[in-house]
């Protein structure tokens, strides 16, 4: 499905501003319709699925235990 600069953005959730930075610099896939520019949105199921993984992956560095120190000797 093909979106507009602005949907884009709200689907990425981000300004409006940084999608047109992007088209310029050519790192997002687009269509020139002469009016606007026209964006896959399929182009960004990867980036998500990263995202994810990322997300997923820090969440188990944060719930794994804090080993104890070998180094702690108890002097009671």
Known sequence: ???TV????KYLDVPKEYVEHLIREK??????DGEQY???????DT???QVE??????????N??????RDIKDED
């Open 6 to 9: 602005e949907e884009t953005a």
């Open 38 to 44: 026209l964006i896959n949105n399929a182009q960004f």
């Open 27 to 32: 790192k997002v896939r687009c269509i020139h």
């Open 47 to 49: 980036y998500f699925e």
């Open 53 to 62: 993984k990322y997300r997923a992956m820090i969440q188990d560095y944060l």
């Open 1 to 3: 499905m093909y979106l």
């Open 64 to 69: 794994e235990p804090i080993p104890q120190d």
